[in-house]
Every structure is written in C-alpha cells, then in structure tokens.
C-alpha cells in the first residue's frame, strides 16, 4: 500500500514569499490532516478535511494560511507571505474514518524562511 | 486546555540498557494515549496504544501503561538497540472523540554500540 506523499521534500524561500505544499493521502482515506511541527517541538494540528470539508481549523493562522482539498483527495497549503517563524517541517497525515485506525503519516516538507 | 509534557533529551543510552521515558498529560474525562515513533528522514509511525486506564500497549519490545492515578503513559523498553535510535513522541486525541492529536515536544533517544 503506497502511503502520504508529500511534496517538495524540502524548500527555502525568503521572508514575504509565498510557497505551495501539496499531499497525497491514501487512497480511499476521507480524513486528512495538516499539521505543523517547529524544530524542538511537537507536530500541531494545523487543519482537518473530512472529505473535502473543514472538521477544525482553529489553529490555522487564516491571515496567511490557506488550505483546500480538491474533490476530498489531493491537498494543498499555502502561506502567503511567509514569515520567519513559519520555518517548520510540514506534515500531512490521513485516516481511513475519523478514528486512529490506518492514521498514517507523510515524511513532510521541511520549510526554511530566510 | 489537554495538553502532553515528555521528558527533556537526549537521552543517550548503551546498548541493552533499559530505557524509560516519562510522559505525563492533562486532560479532561479519558483521552486515549499513544507513542509515536520518528526514524531520521520518515514520518510519524505509531509504535503503541492504549485507550482505558490500566490499559498496556506495547508493540517491538517497547510498553506503556496508561495510569490514570498519576496521569502518565511512560514508554519502557528492557533492552534497548542501536536501532531504535529515533524521536519519540507521546501523543493524546481528547476523550471527544476527535482524532486531533496532541502532541509532546519528543525525546531523542541515542543507543550507542
């Protein structure tokens, strides 16, 4: 079974500029997830598609964050314009339901904002 | 709000020694626990679970009680090797039922030969 793809694996960009990160959750998994993980802490959750629906989006910064789920498969994040603090490794994850059951993880795209 | 603290790293270890890495949490009504497991350049795998007090997960020789008297989930393992080497995190998803986990910030664990 393939798993999350995600991509770029890695991207620096400077301060004000805008970057794209895209994800490919399992096939057939309804529910997936964006999260955020700083260098040194643990990864947080940055958004929730329930097919291509928003479950919780609380803590996405929606000043500059924006994410959409194209017909409940693909996913992309964008921020627009980076910040130095959006320095991060990206992951996205996704689950067959709503539960931990097949919750699986992509290997991220790590951001660095110069 | 929930939320998971985890002992500092790194924790730097001989082969076959014991390990044990603590992990507390806050929480309200009974979240369920779990320990993730990050190899260098991977994603996030889940190495165990428990969902009910007094539940054990275990998974690969590592164990992990959920305690609810002391509100803890620490991760042992007897005998630990060079590869298991990696960042561990301790996780909870709210007894709400969202499956939004909270993480801790993780522990790196070095096994030297």
């Known amino acids: 079974e393939a798993g999350v793809a995600q991509s770029p694996r890695y991207k620096i960009i400077e301060k004000r500029q805008s970057v794209a990160f895209w994800c490919n959750p399992i096939s057939g998994h309804a529910t997936l997830y964006w999260y955020q993980q700083i260098l040194g802490q643990g990864p947080k959750l940055l958004i929730q598609f329930q097919n291509n629906g928003v479950v919780d989006d609380s803590q996405l910064p929606k000043d500059r964050f924006s994410a959409e789920r194209l017909k409940g498969v693909d996913s992309t994040l964008k921020i627009q314009p980076a910040k130095l603090e959006d320095s991060a490794v990206y992951l996205c994850a996704s689950s067959a339901g709503t539960g931990y059951y097949g919750y699986t993880f992509g290997s991220g795209t790590r951001l660095t904002v110069v | 709000g929930d939320s998971v603290t985890q002992m500092e790293g790194p924790v730097t270890l001989s082969e076959e020694a014991f390990l044990t890495i603590n992990c507390t949490y806050t929480?309200?009504?009974?979240?369920?626990l779990f320990w993730y497991v990050q190899y260098p350049g991977e994603g996030l795998q889940l190495l165990l679970k428990?969902?009910?007090?007094?539940d054990k997960g275990s998974n690969k020789g590592f164990e992990a009680t959920y305690r609810k008297e002391t509100t803890s989930f620490h991760l042992e393992k007897g005998s630990v090797q060079v590869s298991d080497s990696a960042v561990y995190f301790c996780a909870l998803t709210p007894s709400s039922g969202t499956y939004k986990y909270i993480f801790g910030t993780g522990t790196r664990l070095k096994v030297l030969a």
């Open positions: 929480a309200t009504g009974y979240p369920s």
């Open positions: 428990a969902t009910k007090a007094d």
